[in-house]
């Protein structure tokens, strides 16, 4: 099964979990990256605001082929209880070229929940697998279970292996 991590981090905790799976199932990676940038605690207000808004961001071209992928996995921090604005616009610009899709999100404490069933509704397919780690499980390691948990389903989802390693 070949597979495609695509996420979007602006302060590398999506990132860590992005990497995590990649390297689990040797699979390819890459970063949506915004055409600004937004980095900074002054645009703290107006990112939250056009997540709440369901505006997508301005991104920058994806540089790898989701149609040549069997399962892509998508992560996105949670902001102001939805996907992050950048997801949203890799989603817009690509849901028709996912096959399988299984999700992840870090989050302060809520919201994943609500971003994956925008993320499936945008995308027309419910996914195989959903990953939510909050910022407390990053801090404890408990985000290591979370994975294998992640991992398991996949296999048993996909039909590849579920021992959590290279579905
Ligand atoms: C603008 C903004 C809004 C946020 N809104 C939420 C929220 O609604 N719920 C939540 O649990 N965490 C919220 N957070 C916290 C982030 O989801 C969390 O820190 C996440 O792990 C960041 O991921 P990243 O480091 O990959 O960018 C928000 C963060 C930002 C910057």
Redesign the pocket.
């Known amino acids: 099964m070949k597979t495609l991590v695509i996420?979007?981090?602006?302060?590398?905790?999506?990132?860590?979990?992005a990497e995590a799976i990649a390297a689990n199932y040797g699979s390819d990676i890459e970063k949506i990256k915004e055409v600004n940038d937004w980095s900074g605690v002054s645009?703290?207000?107006?990112?939250?605001r056009d997540?709440m808004f369901k505006r997508p961001g301005s991104i920058q071209s994806a540089h790898k082929e989701p149609a040549q992928y069997d399962l892509i996995i998508l992560?996105?921090?949670?902001?102001?209880?939805?996907l992050?604005p950048p997801m949203r616009a890799y989603i817009a610009g690509h849901k028709s070229k996912l096959n399988q899709v299984a999700f992840f999100?870090?989050?302060?404490?809520?919201?994943?929940k609500r971003a994956f069933r925008q993320m499936a509704d945008l995308i027309g397919k419910q996914p195989v697998a959903t990953l939510e780690?909050?910022?407390s499980d990053?801090k404890t390691g408990a985000d290591k279970e979370k994975l294998n948990t992640f991992y398991h389903s996949i296999g048993h989802q996909t039909g590849g292996s579920d021992d959590g390693t290279h579905a």
Do not use: D, M
Not at 7 to 17: A, C, L, V
């Open positions: 996420y979007f981090s602006r302060t590398g905790h999506t990132q860590k979990i645009r703290y207000l107006a990112a939250g997540a992560g996105t921090p949670i902001w102001a209880w939805n992050s999100c870090t989050e302060g404490g809520s919201g994943g780690v909050t910022e990053l």
